[in-house]
């Protein structure tokens, strides 16, 4: 009975730490201050998402990966929140983990892919289509997406 019990409050603790899904929005500035983005407009440069206690990325060189210190993925200016889970997401993230990374990854491409994509296809976000007619998301598309799905700005989770 006591075994019971201890498997029954592991299984509640597992179940509230993944109880929401968390996205990054991070920013790069130019030498000059301008900021670089992908859309004319836009406000991001990369995207990521918490993972248990560590932070998921698509980074040029090392590909998906896990990274323990959100400071060393960029400069955070933003965050997204959601109160349910994302379904399957131990085994989504293992799927990912070690893809390589192609700035511009057809978005059916299962070998290949970018910050964007990496989330939007985990979160289960939609491409929409770009200008060259192509389906895919960049940071921002993705971001006002999210809010269409429900996520909510977090200014309470940026470091102070």
């Given amino acids: 009975m006591q075994n019971l019990f201890f498997s029954a409050l592991i299984f509640l603790f597992s179940f509230y730490t993944q109880a929401e899904t968390t996205v990054y929005f991070f920013e790069y500035r130019m030498p000059n201050g301008q900021v670089y983005t992908f859309d004319e407009g836009g406000r991001f440069y990369h995207v990521a998402m918490k993972y248990k206690n560590q932070v998921l990325e698509a980074h ?12 060393k993925v960029g400069h955070l200016v933003a965050v997204l929140k959601h109160h349910q889970a994302v379904k399957n997401l131990d085994l989504k993230v293992q799927a990912e983990l070690g893809k390589k990374f192609d700035l511009y990854s057809p978005w059916n491409d ?3 892919t970018q910050c964007s994509k990496l989330i939007g296809q985990i979160i289960g976000v939609s491409p929409v289509i770009v200008a060259n ?3 895919s998301l960049s940071p ?10 429900g996520f909510r700005d977090c200014q309470s989770c940026l470091p102070k």
């Avoid at 040029?60 to 400071?71: A, M, N, T």
């Avoid at 598309?141 to 269409?148: D, V």
Wanted: aromatic share 10%.
């Fill in 140 to 149: 921002d598309l993705l971001y006002a997406e999210l809010i269409k799905h």
């Fill in 110 to 112: 299962p070998t290949t």
């Fill in 60 to 71: 040029p060189y090392f590909g998906v990966r896990l990274v323990v210190d959100i400071k």
């Fill in 133 to 135: 007619g192509n389906l």
